[in-house]
């Protein structure tokens, strides 16, 4: 027994800290997630809805605390119970996400792993179950140091780190970026997915004999010597589903997705939430098109109109948008459709600084 618990200790808390850190390096990642759950549509709880942020900051870093004080064996009887209080709860979301399809991505994994929802949810039963192991044979969770002080001193330094990771993903960029619209991603590459391998098989009946026959294809005599009975599909091989969707660039009712991607060097203004962007950053914007225009091409990207905008924009899913940048408004360059550098929005960059991005 005390092999198994020791087991499921470590697999419980490398999994909560790995779960945390994915999901703290992008907090407003996160809380987007938490806003789909939040919607009319879900569970239609509107005042939490403001305080998505908050919660994925504390929820990813908790679930890392939780984590760390699982594999030093300290305060046992409160993280035992989180744990069984966490998984219970994440258990019953991925359970109502998968049963009702609403949620298609729990989010576990933040943008690292993309799980379906019963993969989600029967992750969580595995997770629930080595938790009860835990639980059962608590007595073998020990401390690992003895030194209480060095305990408290190692628990301080984990909040700390991951304090500064959340506020770096939040007022800057996210330490690691595992979206499809990271730095050297090509977002043309990425809208190309391989579709599944899939064997059809026809099933016919012949005239003569009135027997249902299976082909993989219609024979040559089909229409004079068989009637068409039904048809059936087998996924052979599963292909790989395109990771960028929805990128279509609609500029003054014209697609210009391909133009774009295309283009030698392309600076996009990345705007989610026009509605939110101050006069101020309008005006900073403003100023890098005057300084970058005829020296390369730069549209922004928006979901409605931009108020006293200098610059051409076109609209795009704002999904899309806020998962191209968290920052309002974030800056990508792009090299004949490939990611070269983002900037954030603390503070925007100079016009020099972006010219100086590209590699000529």
Request: hydrophobic share 45%.
């Amino acid at each position: 027994m005390r092999n198994i618990v020791q087991i499921c200790r470590i697999l419980v808390g490398v999994l909560f800290i790995l779960s945390g850190f994915v999901k703290a390096i992008d907090p407003i990642g996160f809380g987007y997630k938490l806003e789909e759950y939040f919607a009319p549509g879900v569970f239609n709880i509107a005042f939490l809805h403001d305080l998505a942020l908050a919660q994925a900051t504390f929820f990813s870093i908790f679930e890392i605390l939780l984590g760390v004080f699982l594999l030093l064996g300290i305060f046992r009887k409160f993280t035992l119970w989180s744990l069984l209080v966490l998984i219970v709860f994440f258990t019953f979301l991925t359970f109502y996400s998968a049963y009702f399809n609403k949620v298609t991505d729990c989010g576990c994994f933040g943008d690292a792993m993309k799980l379906t929802p019963w993969e989600s949810f029967t992750k969580d039963i595995i997770l629930l179950l080595m938790i009860l192991i835990i639980f059962a044979g608590k007595k073998y969770i020990q401390p690992l140091i003895k030194k209480r002080k060095i305990n408290y001193a190692l628990s301080g330094l984990v909040l700390l780190l991951c304090g500064w990771i959340a506020y770096t993903g939040i007022n800057y960029l996210p330490l690691i970026d595992f979206r499809a619209y990271a730095v050297g991603k090509n977002i043309t590459e990425g809208m190309q997915g391989i579709p599944d391998e899939v064997k059809y098989t026809y099933i016919l009946k012949d005239k003569k004999t009135n027997k249902t026959e299976e082909f993989d294809e219609f024979p040559e005599n089909y229409e004079a010597d068989y009637e068409y009975v039904d048809s059936k599909t087998e996924v052979i091989e599963k292909g790989v589903e395109a990771s960028v969707k929805d990128f279509v660039l609609d500029c003054d009712g014209e697609d210009k997705t391909e133009f774009y991607l295309n283009e030698e060097k392309v600076v996009l203004f990345i705007v989610p939430f026009a509605e939110k962007i101050s006069s101020d950053e309008v005006n900073e914007l403003n100023k890098i098109y005057e300084a970058l225009n005829g020296k390369l091409t730069l549209t922004a990207l928006t979901n409605s109109d931009i108020e006293n905008a200098g610059f051409p924009y076109c609209y795009v899913d704002q999904i899309t948008l806020k998962t191209m940048i968290r920052n309002n408004p974030g800056i990508i360059l792009l090299e004949k459709g490939t990611v070269v550098k983002k900037f954030h929005d603390n503070p925007i960059p100079r016009a020099d600084e972006i010219l100086n991005a590209f590699k000529d």
